[in-house]
C-alpha cells in the first residue's frame, strides 16, 4: 500500500495545550514503533496509552529503555514528561479496587502533564460512612473525578456535597446489567445532581485531559 | 370472533394470597367492563391498574359508582377492598416529586390488599442531608420500597444503610440517557449494595405486591 | 395517600452553591404550585425547567404573575434571578438553527444564576468557513458550550482548535440513525480530541450549571 | 500512584448484617492478596466471588491453605464462615443443567452466611410434569430463589403456583435472542405473575443476599 | 411526481396460494382508494389490515359499503372472501385479555382465506390450572398460534404439552421490560422448548399465513 | 437571548454544488420565516424538507404564494428552482406503496436541483416477477436509488442484477422488529451484494444529493 | 452443594414426539458425563447439540465410542439414532458456503430424528440466477428450512416464489451491522412475504424440530 | 451432509462488473481450499478478504504459491488481478494510524481490480490543520473514500469542502461509547453534510467496490 508521509501533529499541543497522545489499542508494535522514531527525531515526549504489558514486551529493548512504563495503568513515558507544578488542584476518587486501574491511567496522564493529584480510593455509597468520613478533605479540591463503574452512583453523591467540578469517569466494572460500562456512564448523564459532566467508558486519559483544561479554564477567566 | 367463554382466574388468589388485578393500558371499556361484570357476579372486588381518568370517565355511571377511583395513582378499587390490618411493616421512600404517581400506585396496592405503610418523600441522593435525617425512622421497617428515576442510585445508597428487605422501583422520570426508566432499572440490578431486589419500571403495583409476598414469607419462615 | 411533609432542599445551594431547580416534565400543575408556594414562603426564588407555554397557561394568573417565562427555552424564573456579575466567561456555541431551544435553556439558566454569556450561532461543520472565520473571538473564552445534534461533530472540531474547557451538549435533533440524540452523544463521548466533557442530551440546564461549577473551581484552584 | 490507605469497610456487616465480599472479577492477584491480608490481621472473614480456578491457583501455597474453594461455584471462603442456623427457610430451584453454576454461586453464599437451603434442579417449564410433581414440596419454602436462563419462564410458572416471596435468578444461558441473559431478565421483570422479584444476570450472590434480608424483615415483622 | 403505472401483484396468489394483502399502517386514504379500485376493476377481492376506525370512517360511503369491517381486529374484507373449508386444524390461544386484539387479527386472515379456527382465550401460566385444564382439547389441533405479550412465556409451556406445530405470535402487550414486545419475542425465540417457530410482534397476519402454509405443506408431504 | 447574526451559509454551493436546504423538522414557523427572509434578500432559492402541511399553512400568505409545495413529499421550494438538465441518468425505485412519500422526498429534491429521473414503484422482492420483467430497463439507468422498508432486501436483489452505482435508501415502514427503520437500513449495510451504500432512514433528501454528487464525480472522472 | 436426584425428562419424547437433547453449550464434560450416564441405563438415545471437537476429545475413550461425532455440526449421536423414514418432504437451503455449520446442525437433528432431506446450498440473491435456476426443483419441496446471515434476505424471495411452509434460519455470519445476527433475524421477521417463520439465530436444532412438528401437524390435518 | 453441487457464481462479473470475492471469515481451510480449487478450475482469479496471517499459514505450501497476501489488510489475490488501468480517480482518506489495517482492504481491493488510488493519512480533525493544508489536493479526486472511527467526523468536514462523492468507511476503532463502530456509523448516516453515502464498519471491501460502481455510472451517464 502505497502511502504519504507519516502525519504527526505537533501544532496541537500548541493551540490546546495538550500533545498528542499515542492510543496503542488498535495499533501493531510496527506502527508504534515508526510513530515513537519520528516523534524522537523531532526532540518531543509523548505519552502512551492502552499500552498492555504484552504489546511493550515486544519492543526492542533499545525502545523499552526510553519509555517509563506502568503494568497497572498501561501507560508509558516516551522520553521526559513535563516539569511538576506545585499546586495540588485535583482529586481522583473511586468507589472500589477494582476501578483502580482506570483510575491509574488518570493519575499518569496528569503525572505526565506535569500536575499534581491527591488519590482517595475506596469509598463507594453502598458503605456511606466511608465517604462522609472524608468531605471536607474532597471540599478542598476545586476539581474532582470521580471514578466509578456498576451502578455509577458516587458521582451523584459527591456532586451533592461539594460545589467544584466533577468530572464523572464510569467503568467497565460489573457484569450483565451493567452493560459494559453503559450504565455507569448513563447514571452520571442523567444524575439527580445538577453540573456533572462525563466522560467515555473507561477513559482516564480524557478525564484527566479534561480536568487539565478545566486549570487552563481556571488561569483564563475573571 | 367466536370465541370461549370468559376466563376469571379466581383460583390465583387461594394460591398465591393476591387476587388477579385488571391491567386497563391495553383493554377497551368494553373488555373492563365485562370483566367487572363477571367480577360482580361473583361476589369479588378487585383492584384496577392503569385507568386513566379519561378511561374512567367513559365508564357507565352506575359502574363508577362502584369504584373508589384515585387519579394521582391512576387505580381504582372495584367493591370493597381487604379488610385493614393493625401493623405498619412497609415504608415506601421516593427520590422526588416526579416520582409520586409511581409511589402511589404502590401505596393503593397496600391499602387494597389491607396493609399499611409509611410514606417518605423527595429524599433523593443530590441532598443527601434529607436522607440522614431519617436513617433511624427508615431503619425501623423490616420492608422498604424505594422509588426513583433517572440515576436510580437511591436504593443503593438506603441498602447500605439498612438491614431489612429492599425493594427497588424504578421509574421512567428523565430524558435522554435515562433511557425511559432503563439506566435506573439497570443501576438498581447492578448496585454496589448487595441483597437489592427489583421489578419493571414503573411497576408500583409490583412492587407493593413484592413486599405483600415477603410478609407471608416472613409468617411462615422459622 | 397519606404522605410526610413536602421535602425542599434549601441545603443544597449552600453546599454545591446552585439552588434546587424544578424539572417540570414529570410534575402535574398542583404538584408545582405547592412546591412553588413553599419557595415563595421561605423567600427564595427558583428556576424553573421544562415548562412548556401550554403547561405555565394552565397557572392561576397571580402565579403568572410572578414567573418570567420564556417559551424558547420552556423555562420560568420565580421570583428575583441572582445579580448579574460583571465578567463573561462561557461562550455557547450552536451547530443549527434547530439547536436553538436547547441552547436557550443553558443561557437562561446562566442568566438566571447571574453569569453572562456569548451566543455564537449557526456554525456547523458542514460549512467550515463558518467556524473557522470565528476561531479567533471563540478562544478567548476560558469555557465553551458547544450545542450539536445529529452526528455531533462540532464539540471535537472546536476542541481541536482552543485550549479552553469545552462542555459539549448534545441535542436530540435529527431522525433515524440519530437515535433521539444518542448518537451525538456518543460522538462527543468518544472524540478524537482529547479532554472533552459531556452532559445528558438537551440538558442545557446541566451544561449551564457544569460551566459554574467550573468557575468556582477557578475561583479556588491555584 | 500514591495512595490514601486500603480502605476496608467493616461497618457494612453491623448495619447491613452482610459482611463485604470480594469480587474478584476484576482484581489482579496482588490486590485480593492485599485485601485479604487486611482481613486476616482484623480477625474477619471474608467470601469471594468470581474466582476462578486460574486464579486461585495463582494464589500462594499459605494462601490457598486459608481458603475453602469451590471451582463449581468460583467462590471461596476466606477463614470460618459464620455459623449454620438450624432452620431451612430457602429453596433454590434450576431450570436447566446449564444453570448449575449460578445456583452454586447462590448456595455458597448461604452456606457462608450461616443458612441452610434445599436444591431441586432441572424443573424447566419445557416438561411441564416435573415441575408439577414438586409444587407441594416447593410451596412449603417460604423464600423461593428461582434459576433459569433462555426464556426465563419458571419464575413466573412457579410464582402462580406458591405465595411466598420469589427471587428470579436470570442466568446468561442460551446464544442469539437470548442477549446474554436479558432476555431471561426482562421476562422476570415483566412476568405476568405479580410479585416476583429480580436481581442481576448470573448474580447468585445477590440472590442469596436478597433472601438474607428478606429473613432479617421476617425476624423484625409484625 | 410522475411515475409508472400502478403496480398489482395478482400473480403472487397463484404462485404461494395467498393473496396480497393491504397494509394500512403507512398509506393515505388516497393510496388505498386507488388500490381497491384496481383491485375492483380486475374482479378480485382483498384483506385490509391495520385499518383503523378513523381511517376507514375517511372512506367514501360508497367504499365502505363494499368492505366487511372488523374495529376489534383492523381489518376489513373487500368484496368476497374466500369460501369456507370444512375442517378445523387450528387453533388460537391467548394468554390475557389484552391479546385479544392481535389474536383477532389472526382470526379475520384465518376467515378470509377460508378456515376455520378454535379461540381459547385467557390461560396465561400466571394461573397454570387454566392451562391444565384445557391440555386435551388444545392437544387435537395440529397447528396452535400462541398468542403472548409481557414475558411470553406461554408458547414455551403449550410446545412441551403438545405435539403439534406452534407458532407464537409475540404481542406488544406491556411496559417497561417488555420494551414493546421484544421480550416476548426474543423469549419465544429462545424457548426452552424445541421447534416453536416465531412470527414478529402483533403480527396476526403473518401468523395466519404461516398456519395456512403449513396445511399447504400438509396436503402435499407424505 | 441575546444572539449574534443569523448565519447563512452561501459558501456552501459554490464548494459542494449544493445549496443549504432548510430542515423544517426542529424548527418553529417563525425561525422559518426569518431564514426565507434573509434568502430572499440574498436573492437565492432554497428548498425545505420535513415542512408538514399543518406548518405550511401557518405560514403568512405572502410567504405561501413564494413557495411550491408538495403534500405527498414534505417539501418546497423557495423561490425558482434550478433550471432543468437534459439528461435522465437516476432511476428511483420503491419497494411498496407504503415507501412513496420517501420516494418522493429523494424525487422532488431532484427536480429541484434540475435533474431528471424515472420512478419505478412497486416492484418488492416478494414478487419477484415485478422485478424480473424491469430489469433490462433498469439495467439502463448509471445510478439507482432504491426505496424499502421492512426487511429492505430489494437493494441487494436489484446490485445483484446491475453494474450502476446502488443508494439504498431504508424508510421506517413495518413494526414491531422492523425497529423503525432500522432492520432495513443494517440489511442495506450488510447486504451479500458488494458495493452498495447507504443513507439515513426516510432520507429522500440525501440520496437525491448523494447521487448529484455522484454526477459531479461523473463528470470530472477520466 | 447438596441436590436432589439428576433429573432426566423422558416424558417429553411421548409427550411432543421429539425426545430431549443435550445442549452441550453452557456445561461442563463431567456434567454430560453424568446425564449419558443416566441415559444409558435408562436405554435411550439422544442427540448431543453445540459439542465442539475440543470438548469431545475430553471424554473418556469408552464414552467417545458410543458418539456418532460429527465436527462439522458440533453434533453427536449418543446411541442409536430413530430409523430413517422413507419420504422426504424437507429441503435445507443455504445462502452461502458461511451458512454451512448452521445448515449441518440442522441436517443432522433431522438425520437423528429419522426424517431425509435435500441439500441446496449457495443459493444466495446476491446472484439471483443461482437461485432462479432451482425454483421448480425447490417448489417441490412442502417445507423448506432457509439458512441466511448478513441480510438475510434470502427466506424472503423463496418464500414469495412458493406456496410451502417457509421456516427462516438466521445465521450470526457477518460483522458491524450484521450485529451477530440480529439483522438477518429481524429481516426474516418483518419479511414483505407473508407467512414466513422463524427460529434464533444459528438455532439449526430448532429449525429441524419445527419441521417435524410441521410433518406432525401434516399427519394429524384434514 | 449430502450436498448438492458446490455452487461458483461467475455469471456474477458479467452483470455487475466484480467478480464473486471469498470471505474467509466464517469459512473452513478446507472450505476455502475447495472453492479456489474450482476457480483455478475454471482459470478464473478472486479477492480473498478477512484472511489472517493465521489461517493463510494453514494453506499448504502450494496453494500459498499462488495467493498475494497481505497481512496488513488480511487480504490475498488469488491467480492475477485484473490489469492496471490508466487513471486515478479515487482517494483514500484516515483519520489515525488506527484506520490503517480498513483503508488497506479498500486499497488492495480496488488494486485487485485495476483502479489506482492515493492514500492521503492520519488528517483527523482533532487537527483540522493537517486537513486544510491538503484541500486543495483532496478535492481533485471525484470519488473520495474517507475512514474513520470513534467519533467519525471527518466524512462531514471533508464532505463540506469538496464537491465529489464521498464514501464514508466506518471503523470499529475507539471503544465504550464508540459501541464498536456504530457511533462512527451512525454520525456519517445522520452527517449536516448533504449527500455523504455509507457502508458497513470495517468495509473497505464494500467502500471499494461502491468506488467502482460510482465509475461505470461515470462512464455510462450523460
Not at 513535563?82 to 488542584?89: A, E, G, I, Q
Not at 455509577?152 to 461539594?162: K, S
Not at 451493567?178 to 459532566?197: D, K
Request: charged share 20%; net charge negative; hydrophobic share 45%.
Amino acid at each position: 500500500m502505497k502511502s504519504t508521509e507519516f502525519n504527526l501533529d505537533f501544532k496541537r499541543e500548541e493551540r490546546t495545550g495538550l500533545s498528542e497522545a499515542i492510543f496503542c489499542g488498535g495499533k501493531s508494535t510496527k506502527q508504534i514503533n515508526a510513530i515513537l522514531e519520528a516523534i524522537s527525531k523531532a526532540g518531543r515526549s509523548v505519552l502512551l496509552t492502552h499500552l498492555t504489558s504484552d504489546k511493550f514486551q515486544e519492543f526492542s529493548i533499545e525502545l523499552k529503555s526510553c519509555i517509563d512504563f506502568d503494568p497497572s495503568s498501561n501507560t508509558g513515558f516516551f522520553s521526559t514528561p513535563y516539569p511538576l507544578l506545585p499546586s495540588k488542584n485535583i482529586a481522583i476518587i473511586t468507589a472500589g479496587t477494582s476501578d483502580a486501574a482506570v483510575a491509574a491511567e488518570a493519575a499518569r496522564t496528569l503525572t505526565f502533564f506535569g500536575h499534581r493529584y491527591e488519590l482517595i480510593q475506596d469509598i463507594g455509597v453502598a458503605g456511606l460512612w466511608r465517604l462522609l468520613d472524608r468531605v471536607d478533605e474532597i471540599e478542598k479540591f476545586p476539581i474532582i473525578i470521580v471514578v466509578a463503574g456498576m451502578d455509577g452512583a458516587l458521582p451523584t453523591v459527591i456532586g451533592g456535597l461539594v460545589s467544584g467540578a466533577i468530572i464523572a469517569l464510569p467503568t467497565s466494572v460489573g457484569y450483565g446489567a451493567a452493560e459494559s460500562g453503559r450504565t455507569a456512564l448513563n447514571a452520571s448523564l442523567t444524575s439527580c445532581t445538577a453540573g456533572i459532566v462525563v466522560v467515555n467508558i473507561d477513559n482516564g486519559y480524557g478525564a484527566a485531559c479534561a480536568a487539565i483544561r478545566m486549570l487552563t479554564a481556571a488561569s483564563r477567566s475573571n
